[in-house]
């Protein structure tokens, strides 16, 4: 009943700019935190930056200052704009929503992206 669709990954050289997209669709009530992880080959999936309903963020060590996480309440929609971005920031990245959705009865889960792949290289 509810879906992630992210959009915005791609190839960036070394200190470039890349803005992702996660649009959640359904028959969504209402949406609490919604964050972004991401996974580099042979590493677990690792929290990148969240963000809440209320507009609280909560970022990584790693990307702060760098990276800035918003959301569109309106449009169910969340970003993430990624500045200075470092070959280690290569990932494929995820987006995750804690959605409550109606089904009959309302119901509350935890639901993700596909992912989008971000290549960092010169």
């Known amino acids: 009943q509810v879906q992630l669709v992210e959009s915005g990954g791609g190839f960036v050289q070394p200190g470039g700019s890349l803005r992702l997209s996660c649009a959640a669709s359904g028959s969504i009530v209402t949406i609490n935190t919604m964050a972004w992880y991401r996974q580099a080959p042979g590493n677990e999936r690792e929290l990148v930056a969240a963000i809440t309903s209320g507009g609280s963020t909560n970022y990584v060590d790693f990307v702060k200052g760098r990276f800035t996480v918003s959301r569109d309440n309106a449009k169910n929609t969340v970003y993430l704009q990624m500045n200075s971005l470092k070959p280690e920031d290569t990932a494929v990245y995820y987006c995750?929503?804690?959605?409550?959705?109606?089904?009959?009865?309302?119901?509350?889960?935890?639901?993700w992206g596909q992912g989008t792949q971000v290549t960092v290289s010169s």
């Open positions: 995750n929503a804690d959605i409550v959705f109606k089904s009959g009865t309302f119901y509350r889960k935890s639901y």
